[in-house]
């Protein structure tokens, strides 16, 4: 990286070596050494500077390292450094310690002042393009890279420019014209020196179809750039794309023909082929310059019904069919399935266009015969189930039946078969229909064959899936379809055994595990749900997308150490690669895959974005508080470190929570609970509009993404409203009044009063109808109880930050008559008291099954009483400041004395809140492990009746006790082992545990309560 | 029923149900996205009906003179996809791709000493095992090291087995 050899920033290198050497093997101490010989040589070197930079950066002595590079950036500027002593290397070690500090800003001025100096050297002006590439300036990013063009007409420069005015128009408000700019500078360099990469033509297309010229672009493809697109089939998929959106469907379909001679098992170019040669009416992708890589297919599915004249449309299937059975008779591996699933898409597109003959069920039936022992069958049929009338789906459903039954397939493929028509039971919607009684017997069949079968994976290695692991996976999902149903708590505990017994045999299938966190989660053994969770290896980028399956149920837990933990995991790997991306962007720039540049930039775009990640940044914040508050300095403590909870207030401005982007993957969740926010569970059966699979996932999108929003927002004001509260409770009963400090306290008191009406919003009200609302709880005419949780922890906390608010501004509903007294400090008190009642009267024994409001007490007590707390704390310390406790005659004494038995009434309040919940989780543990284990195992183990709970334990059972050794070693040594009193034990050991943290929490809580009130 | 085409970035946000495989490794983004930046070519993703991510595979292209080589980092299939030689698919493609345009020698990868089946797998597929490298994963289980020559290598120099096992500072490369 030199300028000249042997030299490093204008030092021999071999004296620069062993600083490195020392570092790299994090020697610092030795490094630290030899840097100070190095500057005591070269006092005036900035290289030496950045060097000792680097090390103090790197023991963690920020500040002096930032001081030393401002050294180094000094001197950069002030001396006439020549060019040796300002290269590269003592740029990019500088830029390396800058960036670590978070200063890219810094870094950049080093190298704009450098390459102000030596215009025409390119590894400056590389750095410094690479500076702009961290700071996501693409206009500074074209203009440099068109300087290096300049200087050497490169094709990598000329793309690089290209690609900066790419980012431009995608992902900042670059006009579209910029456009022709960056295609006429490709057009003059082609005229001069062609183009040789690959990537570069992609780009070059990618311009031209955003402008919509797809004749132009189709023109280079077919020309000899486009011969270097080096992989055939990805340069045909361009072609067809280009002819299709150019309208030239005839010629588009053409191509994908071609593209299913050379792949014909290409589901994507199929659905392409079929909607250009019936013309239907699609949309195309327009992601930018993604081409090669972005799923390009049409959503096809969806698509409208073609409008071409009958005659036409009926040829054109004609040579459709007619292509797909050349297909099929040139394929004989047995293994391709799209040419058998394209027959039935054909006949799909017939039913569209109003043909009613047999053939898609012929179609199917023979797609049936054919893959219908394979375990995706139901999964590659389920989107045509919605084209099926209820008769037909029961006719096929009985033809596949019958096929199954009289099949001489091997027992691996009958059994195949079998498990295809359970799935296809569920598929289409049978299961939620049939009679209780049926529907235990299907779930005792499917946990039958799978015990039955056991044999046909007796010589499988225990890395390899086992022959029917799915069916203990559905039995556990149609014994939860029975709790649903029937509310007896026996299904939902052998919906858990299922999956454990499975899991007993082999324990690395996931299904059951992911499964076991929710059951777990909804039976309140969120610690063993924990557990199961952790055994996911859930890391790196899964954090994002299936984190959801536990992190809702932890924030709502008082299992804060395992919350804590894992909001850590997720901050970090989100920060970690925020922080890195646009490394690796340049590293795309470098190695000239310039599509890449524009999809890496589009990506951080959407993770940054993540309403994860803002939900995260929040939580976070709010679970140190929660933990943190045993006395108020702690908690301010907290609130600076979060510039006095503004920081959060500016992670989620309007302008972020319009842009949320939603990464999780929720295909994998429950049907039960399509997302966290709905768990059809807790709302009474209502049988196939809410399980019928078309449903499920309509709750997901739109629904999700406005809860989502409101949480976030309420939840981010949450730690400057305590700011706020804590500062107003002082201001108002401050004995001395500072100079100057009411017009700060009178801006407090807007801004939290201004924030009070955006908490308000976000629970769906405005100011004064959240005020009359707890106002009217509070005096008993209206109830908590018309209320979900999130909004009874809103009205609480609403209330109390309300409270704090009205000792500065009074309002006139908070006002007693005599116009002195505050009754907002009552009205909170009777919320308190409103609301641990009404929990407490409707709270279900944990033993006694789901459905108990351990989640809303844990929040009240831990979110709106803390805060409350906090703002007596606040009062006291201005009441009673420290060695102030002489008594003191006056006005002042008068008003203490008024607030005194204000606050002290509150803390009364609090506690005997507190003290009922405690109370109620100590008789929730009453009894023995033993006696509570006994309760549970009588759930399912009560009826010895063939239907009902316990069948199905009773087969797990059996299988267990009459296991042979011709299971294999294993299967036979797994079974020896089970015992389904032992899963029973430690669901009920994990409910205990639950209970005991939050009742050490509500422990401490009394105690700091009772410290408060001896105070004074 | 497999389209399979360039792996993308917002495909890491769907390989859930391939990654939670217990013998999958999900990496941290560097790894994925260096991998993106460098070799596109050599890192493709399968798909079903409906966009579901069968299983992907990840690979580089690396090496100087006669061990300029293709090398398999991970290739996984979701367990609804397996036992339908989709492996076998991605693995030709991978091959192809050394073979034909970058013009590699032979292809390699490392597999766990215990896992069997993916074992038995490669060898169907034309890899032999070429060296056994002691303690490669993590420190505690043994890596073998298998190649498949290529068209390049005409007399299949490149996977005549060595006769002793080496350690893991031994390898030419990470």
Redesign the interface.
């Known amino acids: 990286m030199t300028s000249k050899p042997g030299l490093a920033g204008g030092i021999p290198e071999r004296r620069v070596r062993p600083i490195w050497d020392a570092v790299d093997s994090r020697q610092f101490k030795t490094a630290l050494k030899l840097s100070a010989a190095l500057l005591a040589k070269h006092p005036n070197s900035p290289y030496a500077i950045a060097l000792k930079a680097l090390i103090l950066e790197r023991t963690g002595r920020l500040e002096e390292a930032l001081s030393v590079c401002l050294e180094a950036k000094e001197l950069l500027h002030s001396s006439n450094l020549n060019m040796v002593q300002m290269d590269d290397l003592t740029l990019s070690t500088l830029q390396i310690v800058f960036q670590r500090l978070d200063r890219l800003d810094l870094a950049t001025q080093c190298y704009e002042h450098a390459c102000r100096k030596f215009p025409n050297n390119l590894e400056l002006l590389m750095g410094l393009f690479n500076c702009y590439v961290r700071e996501y300036s693409f206009v500074k990013q074209q203009q440099t890279a068109i300087k290096l063009y300049k200087i050497v007409a490169e094709e990598r420069f000329l793309l690089w420019a290209i690609c900066s005015i790419q980012l431009q128009v995608l992902c900042s408000s670059g006009g579209e014209k910029l456009l022709s700019l960056a295609e006429a500078l490709l057009k003059k360099h082609i005229a001069s020196h062609s183009l040789h990469e690959p990537e570069a033509v992609v780009m070059y297309i990618s311009i031209l179809e955003q402008q919509a010229r797809y004749e132009d672009a189709l023109d280079i493809l077919s020309g000899n750039l486009g011969s270097l697109i080096g992989i055939e089939v990805d340069r045909l998929r361009l072609q067809g794309r280009l002819l299709a959106r150019a309208c030239n469907y005839t010629a588009a379909a053409e191509i994908y023909q071609k593209v299913l001679q050379a792949r014909p098992d290409d589901w994507g170019s199929f659905l392409n082929y079929l909607g250009c040669l019936l013309g239907t009416d699609f949309s195309w992708s327009t992601s930018g310059s993604s081409q090669l890589c972005s799923s390009d297919n049409v959503d096809f599915q969806g698509g409208k019904s073609t409008n071409l004249p009958l005659e036409v449309f009926d040829s054109r299937i004609e040579s459709a069919l007619s292509f797909v059975q050349k297909l099929q008779m040139e394929v004989h591996d047995g293994l391709a399935r799209c040419p058998y699933l394209a027959s039935i898409e054909i006949e799909r597109q017939c039913r569209l266009r109003g043909k009613t003959d047999a053939k898609l069920l012929e179609a199917l039936l023979n797609y049936f015969q054919r893959f219908g022992h394979l375990s995706c069958f139901a999964s590659d049929l389920e989107c045509f189930s919605s084209t099926l009338t209820q008769t037909e789906r029961a006719e096929i459903f009985g033809r596949f039946i019958e096929i199954s039954e009289s099949s001489k397939h091997s027992p691996l493929k009958k059994l195949g078969q079998a498990i295809t028509i359970f799935k296809l039971d569920e598929v289409f919607g049978f299961l939620t229909v049939l009679p209780v009684e049926e529907l235990v017997e299907t779930s005792t069949k499917m946990v039958d064959v799978y015990c039955k079968n056991l044999v046909l994976s007796s010589d499988l290695d225990p890395q390899e899936n086992m022959h029917g692991e799915e069916l203990l996976q559905m039995a556990s999902s149609a014994l939860v379809m029975l709790y649903w149903r029937t509310r007896c708590y026996g299904y939902l505990l052998e919906a858990l055994l299922v999956l454990e017994f499975g899991l007993n045999i082999r324990k690395y299938v996931w299904q059951y595990k992911l499964s076991l966190v929710h059951l777990y989660s909804y039976v309140n053994a969120l610690p063993l749900a924990y557990e199961w969770y952790g055994t996911l290896d859930t890391k790196n980028i899964l954090l994002e997308t299936v984190s959801h399956h536990i992190m809702p149920q932890l924030f709502v837990s008082p299992l804060w150490s395992e919350t804590s933990a894992l909001l850590k995991d997720y901050l970090k790997f989100m920060d970690d690669y925020l922080r890195e991306a646009a490394d690796l962007t340049f590293l795309a720039y470098r190695h000239r895959n310039y599509s890449k540049v524009i999809e890496f930039v589009q990506f951080k775009d959407r993770l940054e974005h993540s309403n994860q990640y803002l939900a995260a940044r929040t939580e976070y914040w709010i679970l140190q508080l929660k933990q943190e508050t045993n006395t108020l300095e702690e908690a301010e403590c907290i609130l600076e470190k979060l510039d006095r909870g503004m920081q959060l207030l500016e992670v989620s401005s309007d302008e972020k929570l319009n842009s949320l982007t939603f990464n999780e993957d929720l295909q994998l969740r429950p049907w039960w609970s399509p997302s966290s926010h709905v768990n059809y569970l807790s709302e009474p059966f209502d049988g196939l509009s809410a399980c019928s699979r078309e449903n499920l996932f309509k709750h997901q999108a739109c629904e999700n993404g406005n809860i989502v929003r409101n949480v976030i927002a309420r939840k981010s004001l949450v730690p400057r409203l305590i700011y706020l509260s804590i500062q107003s409770a002082t201001t108002s009963l401050k004995e001395t009044v500072e100079p100057n400090a009411s017009e700060k306290d009178a801006n407090s008191n807007e801004e939290l009063r201004f924030l009070l009406e955006k908490y308000a919003r976000s629970l769906g009200l405005s100011f004064d109808d959240a005020v009359k609302l707890i106002f009217e709880i509070s005096k008993g005419q209206r109830s908590f109880k018309d209320f979900g949780t999130d909004m009874v922890v809103g009205c609480m906390n609403f209330a109390v930050f309300l409270n704090a608010w009205n000792l500065c501004s009074n309002h006139p509903l908070l006002l007693h008559q005599d116009g002195v007294n505050l009754i907002s400090w009552n009205v909170v008190e009777n919320l308190v008291n409103t609301c641990i009642a009404e929990q407490l009267i409707c709270a279900r024994r944990v033993l006694d099954g789901p459905g108990s409001n351990l989640p809303s007490l844990v929040q009240l007590i831990t979110e709106p009483f803390t805060w409350h707390a906090l703002v007596i704390k606040s009062c006291l310390r201005s009441m009673l400041p420290l060695g102030k406790k002489k008594k003191k005659s006056g006005l002042s004494d008068h008003l203490n004395l008024r607030h005194l038995s204000l606050v002290s009434n509150s803390i009364d309040c609090l506690s005997n809140g507190i003290q009922k919940v405690h109370k109620w989780l100590e008789d929730q543990m009453n009894g023995s492990e033993d006696s509570r284990l006994d309760i549970l195992l009588s759930q399912v183990k009560v009826m010895q009746s063939e239907t009902g709970p316990g069948s199905i334990l009773r087969i797990l059972e059996e299988c267990a006790s009459s296991s042979h050794e011709e299971l294999g070693e294993r299967i036979y040594g797994a079974l020896q082992l089970w015992s389904s009193a032992d899963v029973i034990r430690k669901l009920v050991n994990s409910q205990a545990s639950l209970l005991l943290k939050f009742q050490d929490i509500c422990g401490a809580k009394l105690k700091m309560l009772e410290v408060m009130k001896r105070s004074f | 029923?497999?389209?399979?085409?360039?792996?993308?970035?917002?495909d890491?946000?769907?390989f859930?149900?391939v990654?939670?495989?217990?013998?999958t490794e999900?990496?941290?983004?560097?790894f994925?996205?260096?991998y993106?930046?460098?070799w596109?070519?050599y890192f493709h993703v399968a798909?079903?009906?409906?966009?579901?991510i069968m299983g992907y595979i990840m690979g580089k292209v690396e090496g100087q003179g006669e061990s300029w080589h293709g090398h398999v980092t991970a290739v996984t299939v979701a367990?609804?996809?397996?036992?339908?030689?989709l492996a076998k698919k991605l693995m030709h493609l991978l091959e192809d791709?050394s073979d034909k345009?970058d013009k590699a020698y032979f292809v390699d990868l490392f597999v766990r000493a215990?896992?069997?089946?993916?074992i038995k797998m490669y060898e169907k597929l034309g890899y032999v095992v070429y060296r056994r490298v002691l303690r490669y994963y993590s420190g505690e289980e043994d890596g073998l090291d298998m190649r498949k020559a290529l068209s390049r290598d005409v007399e299949k120099k490149s996977m005549i087995p060595l006769k002793r096992p080496i350690t893991p500072d031994e390898l030419e490369y990470d």
């Open positions: 029923m497999t389209t399979i085409r360039r792996f993308c970035c917002e890491l946000l769907r859930a149900p990654n939670f495989d217990h013998l999900t990496f941290n983004m560097s994925y996205m260096s993106l930046a460098r596109p070519d798909e079903a009906p409906g966009n579901r367990c609804e996809y397996r036992r339908q030689q791709i345009i215990s896992n069997m089946p993916a």
